[in-house]
Protein backbone atom coordinates (compact mmCIF):
# COMPACT_ATOMS: atom_id res chain seq x y z
CA UNK A 1 0.00 0.00 0.00
CA UNK A 2 1.62 3.13 -0.69
CA UNK A 3 -1.04 5.25 0.41
CA UNK A 4 -1.26 8.09 3.32
CA UNK A 5 -1.23 6.00 6.76
CA UNK A 6 -1.94 6.98 10.24
CA UNK A 7 -1.31 5.32 13.44
CA UNK A 8 -3.46 4.19 15.68
CA UNK A 9 -6.68 4.45 13.74
CA UNK A 10 -8.76 4.66 17.09
CA UNK A 11 -7.47 6.32 20.19
CA UNK A 12 -9.96 6.10 23.86
CA UNK A 13 -8.25 7.92 26.27
CA UNK A 14 -8.66 9.92 29.67
CA UNK A 15 -9.37 14.08 30.46
CA UNK A 16 -5.69 14.82 31.38
CA UNK A 17 -4.15 12.33 29.10
CA UNK A 18 -1.43 12.80 26.74
CA UNK A 19 -1.72 11.51 23.41
CA UNK A 20 0.38 11.44 20.07
CA UNK A 21 -0.59 10.45 16.72
CA UNK A 22 1.73 9.15 13.52
CA UNK A 23 1.33 9.85 9.71
CA UNK A 24 3.53 8.45 7.13
CA UNK A 25 2.96 9.96 3.77
CA UNK A 26 3.21 8.76 0.46
CA UNK A 27 7.04 8.76 -0.70
CA UNK A 28 8.77 11.38 -1.42
CA UNK A 29 5.74 14.08 -1.08
CA UNK A 30 7.30 17.18 0.85
CA UNK A 31 4.07 18.67 1.63
CA UNK A 32 2.26 17.43 4.73
CA UNK A 33 -1.00 18.52 6.48
CA UNK A 34 -2.87 17.89 9.31
CA UNK A 35 -6.92 18.60 9.43
CA UNK A 36 -9.31 18.04 12.13
CA UNK A 37 -12.83 16.54 11.61
CA UNK A 38 -15.83 16.54 14.08
CA UNK A 39 -18.74 15.05 13.51
CA UNK A 40 -20.98 16.37 10.85
CA UNK A 41 -18.56 19.09 9.69
CA UNK A 42 -15.93 18.87 6.66
CA UNK A 43 -11.90 19.01 8.09
CA UNK A 44 -10.31 22.12 9.39
CA UNK A 45 -6.90 22.93 8.77
CA UNK A 46 -4.19 22.33 11.61
CA UNK A 47 -0.72 22.84 10.71
CA UNK A 48 1.53 22.44 7.41
CA UNK A 49 5.08 21.11 7.09
CA UNK A 50 6.87 21.49 3.98
CA UNK A 51 9.86 19.16 4.07
CA UNK A 52 10.73 19.27 7.94
CA UNK A 53 9.67 22.74 8.03
CA UNK A 54 6.67 23.96 10.17
CA UNK A 55 4.82 27.22 7.82
CA UNK A 56 1.42 27.32 9.28
CA UNK A 57 -0.34 26.70 12.51
CA UNK A 58 -3.69 27.28 12.68
CA UNK A 59 -5.74 29.06 15.51
CA UNK A 60 -7.51 26.48 15.62
CA UNK A 61 -3.91 24.91 17.33
CA UNK A 62 -3.89 25.88 20.85
CA UNK A 63 -0.38 25.50 23.07
CA UNK A 64 -1.29 22.15 23.80
CA UNK A 65 -0.94 20.75 20.33
CA UNK A 66 2.21 20.32 18.79
CA UNK A 67 3.63 18.46 15.50
CA UNK A 68 7.05 17.72 13.92
CA UNK A 69 8.37 15.98 11.11
CA UNK A 70 12.23 15.55 12.23
CA UNK A 71 13.67 14.57 8.85
CA UNK A 72 10.80 15.88 6.38
CA UNK A 73 9.43 12.34 6.00
CA UNK A 74 6.42 10.92 8.68
CA UNK A 75 4.96 13.66 11.21
CA UNK A 76 3.64 13.47 14.66
CA UNK A 77 0.91 15.30 16.34
CA UNK A 78 0.92 15.07 20.24
CA UNK A 79 -1.91 16.34 22.42
CA UNK A 80 -0.96 17.16 25.90
CA UNK A 81 -3.45 17.31 29.00
CA UNK A 82 -6.32 16.20 26.66
CA UNK A 83 -9.47 17.96 26.92
CA UNK A 84 -13.18 16.13 25.79
CA UNK A 85 -13.03 18.86 23.01
CA UNK A 86 -9.89 17.52 21.64
CA UNK A 87 -12.19 13.87 20.14
CA UNK A 88 -12.41 14.50 16.48
CA UNK A 89 -10.83 12.79 13.69
CA UNK A 90 -7.28 13.82 13.06
CA UNK A 91 -6.57 13.34 9.15
CA UNK A 92 -3.10 13.63 7.49
CA UNK A 93 -2.75 14.28 4.00
CA UNK A 94 0.08 14.64 1.73
CA UNK A 95 1.32 15.75 -1.48
CA UNK A 96 4.10 16.87 -3.97
CA UNK A 97 3.94 20.42 -5.04
CA UNK A 98 6.84 23.02 -5.85
CA UNK A 99 5.34 27.13 -5.87
CA UNK A 100 2.03 26.10 -7.80
CA UNK A 101 -0.37 24.96 -5.81
CA UNK A 102 -1.71 22.58 -8.17
CA UNK A 103 -1.45 19.25 -6.75
CA UNK A 104 -4.09 17.20 -5.34
CA UNK A 105 -3.76 16.37 -0.94
CA UNK A 106 -4.24 12.88 -0.44
CA UNK A 107 -5.33 12.15 2.92
CA UNK A 108 -4.92 8.92 5.05
CA UNK A 109 -7.70 7.08 6.90
CA UNK A 110 -7.63 9.22 10.05
CA UNK A 111 -7.48 9.00 13.87
CA UNK A 112 -10.36 8.79 15.59
CA UNK A 113 -9.79 10.25 19.23
CA UNK A 114 -12.66 9.82 22.20
CA UNK A 115 -11.60 11.81 25.11
CA UNK A 116 -13.55 10.53 28.12
CA UNK B 1 -12.26 35.41 4.77
CA UNK B 2 -12.23 32.39 1.94
CA UNK B 3 -15.12 29.81 2.30
CA UNK B 4 -17.30 26.81 0.87
CA UNK B 5 -20.76 26.45 1.02
CA UNK B 6 -22.67 23.28 0.42
CA UNK B 7 -26.52 24.35 1.23
CA UNK B 8 -27.70 20.67 1.14
CA UNK B 9 -27.14 18.59 4.13
CA UNK B 10 -28.50 15.82 1.95
CA UNK B 11 -29.10 14.53 -1.31
CA UNK B 12 -31.29 12.16 -2.35
CA UNK B 13 -31.88 10.45 -5.49
CA UNK B 14 -32.99 6.98 -7.08
CA UNK B 15 -30.52 4.34 -8.95
CA UNK B 16 -29.96 5.30 -12.46
CA UNK B 17 -30.76 9.02 -12.06
CA UNK B 18 -28.45 12.24 -12.53
CA UNK B 19 -27.23 13.48 -9.40
CA UNK B 20 -26.70 16.82 -8.42
CA UNK B 21 -23.92 17.71 -4.97
CA UNK B 22 -24.25 21.81 -5.19
CA UNK B 23 -21.23 24.26 -4.13
CA UNK B 24 -20.70 27.69 -3.89
CA UNK B 25 -17.32 29.24 -2.66
CA UNK B 26 -16.10 32.72 -1.66
CA UNK B 27 -12.41 33.80 -2.17
CA UNK B 28 -10.63 37.04 -2.85
CA UNK B 29 -8.30 35.17 -5.39
CA UNK B 30 -8.19 32.67 -8.25
CA UNK B 31 -9.86 29.20 -6.79
CA UNK B 32 -8.54 25.57 -7.01
CA UNK B 33 -11.36 23.46 -6.63
CA UNK B 34 -11.60 20.27 -5.25
CA UNK B 35 -14.20 17.15 -4.48
CA UNK B 36 -13.84 15.07 -2.33
CA UNK B 37 -16.03 11.72 -0.97
CA UNK B 38 -15.60 10.16 2.37
CA UNK B 39 -17.19 6.48 3.38
CA UNK B 40 -17.60 5.70 6.97
CA UNK B 41 -14.99 5.46 9.10
CA UNK B 42 -12.22 6.21 6.03
CA UNK B 43 -10.44 9.28 4.91
CA UNK B 44 -11.28 11.42 2.26
CA UNK B 45 -11.04 10.24 -1.39
CA UNK B 46 -9.91 12.71 -4.19
CA UNK B 47 -12.63 12.81 -6.82
CA UNK B 48 -11.50 15.77 -9.20
CA UNK B 49 -10.30 19.21 -9.09
CA UNK B 50 -10.67 22.26 -11.41
CA UNK B 51 -7.83 24.25 -12.01
CA UNK B 52 -7.86 25.94 -15.10
CA UNK B 53 -9.10 25.74 -18.96
CA UNK B 54 -12.16 23.99 -19.42
CA UNK B 55 -14.73 24.68 -16.66
CA UNK B 56 -16.31 20.95 -17.19
CA UNK B 57 -13.97 18.76 -15.09
CA UNK B 58 -14.03 14.77 -15.47
CA UNK B 59 -13.14 12.75 -12.29
CA UNK B 60 -13.06 9.37 -11.11
CA UNK B 61 -16.33 6.97 -11.34
CA UNK B 62 -18.05 8.95 -13.78
CA UNK B 63 -18.01 12.03 -12.00
CA UNK B 64 -18.29 15.60 -12.86
CA UNK B 65 -18.22 19.08 -11.98
CA UNK B 66 -18.68 22.46 -13.60
CA UNK B 67 -16.64 25.38 -12.61
CA UNK B 68 -18.78 28.11 -13.03
CA UNK B 69 -16.90 31.87 -12.13
CA UNK B 70 -20.07 34.48 -12.26
CA UNK B 71 -22.23 32.14 -9.81
CA UNK B 72 -18.93 31.06 -8.19
CA UNK B 73 -20.46 27.21 -8.14
CA UNK B 74 -18.39 24.39 -8.60
CA UNK B 75 -21.37 21.65 -8.43
CA UNK B 76 -20.62 17.84 -8.23
CA UNK B 77 -22.98 15.66 -10.94
CA UNK B 78 -23.23 12.11 -12.48
CA UNK B 79 -25.53 11.24 -15.47
CA UNK B 80 -26.54 7.83 -13.33
CA UNK B 81 -26.16 7.59 -9.92
CA UNK B 82 -25.31 4.17 -8.38
CA UNK B 83 -25.92 2.68 -5.11
CA UNK B 84 -22.50 2.82 -4.25
CA UNK B 85 -22.08 6.21 -4.56
CA UNK B 86 -23.60 6.95 -1.58
CA UNK B 87 -21.54 8.89 0.69
CA UNK B 88 -20.52 11.74 2.55
CA UNK B 89 -19.07 14.50 -0.44
CA UNK B 90 -16.53 17.63 0.37
CA UNK B 91 -15.89 20.82 -1.83
CA UNK B 92 -13.02 22.36 -0.79
CA UNK B 93 -10.99 25.44 -2.24
CA UNK B 94 -7.30 26.17 -2.05
CA UNK B 95 -6.84 30.07 -2.95
CA UNK B 96 -3.82 30.30 -5.12
CA UNK B 97 -1.72 33.43 -3.71
CA UNK B 98 1.70 34.45 -3.28
CA UNK B 99 1.78 34.12 0.76
CA UNK B 100 -0.39 30.70 1.34
CA UNK B 101 0.42 27.34 1.51
CA UNK B 102 -1.78 25.10 -0.12
CA UNK B 103 -3.84 24.39 2.88
CA UNK B 104 -7.77 23.25 1.72
CA UNK B 105 -11.13 24.98 3.13
CA UNK B 106 -13.62 22.50 3.00
CA UNK B 107 -17.70 22.78 3.29
CA UNK B 108 -19.63 21.21 5.48
CA UNK B 109 -20.58 18.00 3.47
CA UNK B 110 -23.37 16.66 2.17
CA UNK B 111 -24.57 13.53 2.36
CA UNK B 112 -25.83 11.71 -0.92
CA UNK B 113 -27.87 8.39 -0.36
CA UNK B 114 -28.79 6.65 -3.44
CA UNK B 115 -31.63 4.33 -3.17
CA UNK B 116 -32.50 1.01 -5.62
Given at each position: DTGVSQDPRHKITKRGQNVTFRCDP????NRLYWYRQTLGQGPEFLTYFQNEAQLEKSR????RFSAERPKGSFSTLEIQR?????SAMYLCASSLGDRGLQETQYFGPGTRLLVL | AQSVAQPEDQVNVAEGNPLTVKCTYSVSGNPYLFWYVQYPNRGLQFLLKY?????LVKGSYGFEAEFNKSQTSFHLKKPSALVSDSALYFCAVRVHG?????KLIFGQGTTLQVKP
Open positions: ISEHLLSDTEQGD | ITGDNSSNTG
